[in-house]
């Protein structure tokens, strides 16, 4: 297919997993902040936290509830809002309409004029939780009609890798923020705490049926680092990714990010089994997973979209 | 209403120190506001499929699927206030379980007087068949839910106890779900401490009391009588949030003195059962043949120490309304202390003194009978009127045994939402729930009931009373400060910037250049 029109397919997967991301995550903030007594120890998910998870400038005060729930859901000034996403993925949509079946170009297009209507300013002040709702629903039906009516070829496979290297890599960057550092010594995290991070995926009950443990800060990141079984895990992730590229590409064999993601593949689920005892691997793992997952991004534009990416800088700790 | 204490205001238009700030948050929304956000909540509730049944006495034949009726005025709780209730639930909750230990092991409290053994056997929720046995920890009451009220004067009183399957913590959590989504406003001069940490610690609970080996986990099942029982939304929603299976009689099994439960992949041992039925039912072996909902042998493989049933088998006779009376007299004879939350005064018919006592002032008086729950047959003297008063007094003349009489208590009154958004005070009560695993846990605030009818006084959901979300305040004011200092000194990792879709023509000159 044409290397354009992977591209693009590849960006609005991207995008509209971003746009979804986002909305659960400043949604799990919502909830856990209007309640008192979360921010003691633990896991960091924060106003705070959740600029520099979405790469924000962080601006000199600490930043308040409505600034920030402004600027990363319907602003559109901001390309890095709900709103800015779902348009450039529609915008993308337009120009691939050839291989959208009309159902998936609708579901789009209404989700699109959906976080236009004037009446959503005011509900996201009163009660954000609406338009949250609204955003997880329009994915949902979105990647639902895709899976329905969508031919399995290669556009189908871009489109889905785009979808899960965003997933991997947004729940990633949450974690690498959210989760204490090895080195701040005894964190008995408060559960409020990680159940929240748990609930800014919407992996509460997944977790819940997957880990007897309780839903603390160490587990939690194994969980959604590791567990394969869990769709929005990043393992799940890399293998997803892993299987589209595999059926995009004739010959895969010979193809630098099918043989990156199939170590790394390889080496999360190492780590999560033969080396279980190794508890304090998670924090440094978090940071390697998402500098391969940097490369296999470069790997993808050089190998399908004609090279056309920044290099990757070398990860320090590496 | 004048001379009753009302939760938010001290006197008219004059709100409480710790409620200033919700008054006015309410002043400002406004009524209009108030009945939308009415309708939000319902929506929600329906599409989440969070409804109840009832049929009460004035409905028009039985009510299903209605939305679950949350008042949309939070209930406030000082800190302090809450501590206080905290130390009194914990030690109130210390005495039944000992009570219970008591009666099916050493009887002391009979053999020093003060509580008659006649008394206790002919309790209906006695059961002969939990004599001597004694589970892990010698815990019995490991759930509980303790129903307090706030008298005119302003002093929490317990009304009731519960421990055997008190039900209503899942309103609690939705209750708070809902609020945060319909109103997040109002949280916002206040810092709320939380109560989705429930499933936790009765997981936890449940895990601790399992009897597993060193190197097993302990499974751990909810045990429905199905989904026709009234709160089967409510076991559901425990079993979900502990991420536990939700098992009928059918599915549990009980081979030689051990309990299993049916699955897949074959039999598969349980080691504790969080159980919604009542003793009468679990075992047809042991109590009520008749059962269906039991299962067959469950008593040997507990007897054997095999399996954890929670709340034990036999709880029942401490929360009795009869044994009622005699709870200050446990605090003070199990633990030494004396009681932190009293008791309402309280009068047993089954004594001739009392009961003269009692039929002469019946129309001051409340009259419950003691093996009934949820409101049923409640008699509440100064709304009846001289015909229900001398058919009550007859009835308790019948069967003196069947009833205790109570001082009224003059429910305190919170505002109330009213379907058009006006402010109207109604009476509340309060159930904390606690869990009894190592240690006591108690879930700030709880379950607040409010009675929708003016006036009214009987606060059950089956009766047309509704919930409100209640807010334990965290510590002090000076919070917030401490909140904001480690935020700020805090620095993110270094993350690589967050790729924007680039430009495909772009992409083009970059690769010409190569």
Redesign the interface.
């Known amino acids: 297919m044409l290397a ?1 029109i992977a ?2 397919l590849y ?1 609005i997967g ?2 509209l997993s971003r746009a979804e991301h986002t909305a659960r995550m400043l949604d799990g903030v ?2 856990a902040d ?7 120890d633990g896991v ?1 998910l ?1 106003w ?2 959740l600029l ?4 924000a400038e962080r601006p000199d005060h ?1 930043p308040t509830r409505d600034e920030v729930v402004q600027r990363l859901t319907l602003d559109r000034t901001n ?2 809002s709900v709103a800015s996403y779902v348009t ?1 993925a529609r915008e ?1 949509a337009r120009t691939v309409r050839d291989v959208f079946s009309a159902e998936m170009w609708e579901a789009i297009n209404t989700f699109h004029l959906g976080l236009l209507r004037r009446d959503n300013s005011a509900a996201l002040r ?5 338009v949250y709702a609204f955003v997880k629903e329009r994915c949902g039906l979105f990647w639902g009609v895709t899976g329905r009516t969508m031919l399995r070829d290669e556009a189908h496979a871009f489109l889905q890798a785009g979808a899960r290297i965003e997933a991997a890599d947004m729940v990633l ?1 949450m974690l ?2 959210a989760l204490p ?1 090895e080195d701040d010594g005894d964190h008995h995290a408060h ?2 705490q990680a ?1 929240a991070l748990l609930q800014a995926v919407g992996g509460f ?1 997944a ?6 443990a ?2 603390n800060a160490r587990p939690v990141g194994r969980f959604l680092l590791y567990e394969r079984a869990y769709p929005d895990s990043v393992a799940a992730s890399v293998e997803a990714l892993h299987g589209a590229l595999s059926e995009a590409d004739p010959n895969y064999r010979n193809s630098a990010p099918v043989l990156r993601l199939g170590r790394l593949q390889a080496d999360l689920d190492f780590r999560s089994r033969a080396l279980d005892g190794d508890a304090g691997g998670v924090t440094q793992m978090l ?1 390697q997973v ?1 500098h391969e997952l ?1 490369q296999v ?1 470069a790997d993808i ?1 050089q190998r399908y ?5 920044p290099p ?2 070398r990860l320090a700790t590496l | 209403m004048p001379d009753g204490y009302d939760e938010v205001f001290a006197e008219p238009g004059r709100p409480r120190e710790h409620a200033v700030a919700l008054a006015a948050a309410l002043a400002e929304l406004g009524p209009d ?1 108030l009945s939308n956000a009415g309708r ?1 909540r319902d929506s929600i509730f329906m599409q989440q499929g969070i409804t109840f049944d009832a049929g009460g006495p004035d409905a028009d034949g039985p009510v299903r699927d209605r939305p679950f009726p949350l008042d949309l005025i939070p209930r406030i709780i000082p800190a302090a206030e809450w501590t206080d209730i905290k130390r009194g639930l914990a030690q109130r909750i210390r005495a039944l379980n000992a009570f219970v230990d008591d009666v099916y092991h050493a009887r002391e409290i009979v053999h020093a007087g003060i509580v008659p053994w006649e008394l206790i056997v002919s309790r209906s929720a006695f059961a002969r068949a939990a004599h001597g046995i004694r589970p892990p920890g010698g815990v019995y009451c490991h759930v509980s839910g303790c129903d307090l009220v706030r008298d005119a004067d302003g002093s929490w009183k317990v009304l009731e106890d519960n421990v055997r399957t008190p039900s209503g913590i899942s309103y609690v959590l939705e209750n ?2 809902a609020m ?6 109002l ?1 916002s001069s ?5 109560v ?2 429930y ?2 610690l009765l ?2 609970a449940l ?1 601790e009391v399992a009897p597993t080996t060193a190197d097993e ?2 499974t751990v099942v909810v045990w429905t009588p199905g989904p026709f029982n009234s709160a089967y939304f409510e076991h559901a929603f425990l079993a ?4 536990v299976e939700l098992v009928e009689a059918s599915d549990l099994v009980v081979r030689d003195a051990t309990c299993y439960i049916r699955t897949t992949n074959g039999l598969q041992r349980v080691h504790a059962i969080y159980r919604r039925i009542d003793d009468a039912f679990m075992d047809p072996l042991e109590f009520r043949p008749d059962s269906l909902l039991g299962v067959p042998g469950l008593m040997r493989a507990y007897r054997a120490g095999t399996v954890a049933i929670v709340n034990a088998v036999g709880t029942g006779v401490a929360d009795d309304k009869a044994v009622y009376p005699h709870v200050p007299e446990m605090i003070r004879f199990y633990l030494n202390e004396e009681p932190i939350l009293q008791n309402v005064q309280t009068y047993l018919m089954a004594d001739a003194d009392e009961r003269h006592a009692a039929l002469a002032r019946l129309g001051e008086l409340v009259v419950k009978p003691v093996d009934e729950s949820g409101g049923k047959g409640v008699f509440i003297g100064p709304t009846a009127s001289d015909q229900q008063i001398a058919i009550q007094a007859d009835e308790i003349r019948r069967r003196p045994e069947r009833w205790i009489a109570q001082e009224l208590v003059r429910l305190s009154t919170c505002p109330t939402a009213s379907p058009e958004g006006e402010l109207v005070a109604r009476h509340v009560d309060l159930r904390p729930f606690a869990v009894f695993g190592e240690d006591i846990h108690i879930v700030p605030g709880g379950l607040t009931r409010v009675a929708l009818r003016e006036g009214s006084m009987i606060v059950n959901s089956s009766q047309g009373g509704g919930s409100k979300d209640t807010w334990v ?2 510590d002090d004011a000076g ?1 917030t400060t401490r ?2 200092a ?3 000194a ?1 620095s ?2 270094e ?8 430009e ?1 023509s ?3 000159q ?2 010409q250049q ?1």
């Open positions: 354009r591209h693009e960006w991207r995008q919502f909830h209007v309640q008192g007594g979360r921010d003691d960091r924060s705070d936290a520099a998870i979405m790469g600490a390309p890095a450039q993308g009163t009660g954000p939780y609406s960057r690498r923020v550092g559960d409020g159940l009950q977790f819940r049926r997957a880990v007897p309780p839903p940071g998402q940097a991004d534009a979209f004609g090279g056309a990416s990757v800088p | 506001a939000m708070r779900v945060t989504r319909v109103l997040p406003g949280f206040y810092r709320v401490r939380p989705d940490h499933p936790a997981r936890g895990t986990d302990a979900r949030q502990m991420g305040l965290e919070e909140a904001a480690p935020a700020a805090w993110p990792p993350l690589p910037g967050l790729r924007q879709g680039g495909w772009g992409q083009q970059q690769q190569t």
